[in-house]
Nanobody, 117 residues
């Protein structure tokens, strides 16, 4: 029910950085838990990081210490800062919003991240 628009993906070399953006142009994201998921070819979609309406964040072990999720409720935006990128980070990254009360999920269209030499 929430329209989410991702951007910021691209191609980088190992060790590089990217910053992903997810904007909800018409919804107040302050009442949604937010997250980033990714799906590599042949794999299931997996959680990368999430942040609650109270600001508590959680990270997958594979990205702990390298990625940072943040939110700006005034801008209806959630970010994923990705540092020290590895080839295994290559995937389509999806933005997710879960309503704090109804728990209904919304998904963005995805943005491609490719890490290679």
């Amino acid at each position: 029910q929430v329209r989410l628009v991702e951007s910021g993906g691209g191609s980088v070399q190992p060790g590089g950085s990217l910053r992903l953006y997810c904007v909800a142009p018409r919804s107040a994201l302050s009442i949604y838990h937010l997250g980033w998921y990714r799906q590599a070819p042949g794999n299931q979609r997996e959680l990368v990081a999430n942040v609650t309406t109270r600001g508590t964040s959680n990270y997958a072990d594979a990205v702990q210490g390298r990625f940072t999720i943040s939110r700006d409720n005034a801008k209806n935006t959630v970010y994923l800062q990705m540092n020290s990128l590895k080839p295994e980070d290559t995937a389509v990254y999806y933005c997710n919003a879960k309503h704090y009360f109804t728990l209904e999920n919304s998904w963005g269209q995805g943005t491609q991240v490719t890490v290679s030499s």
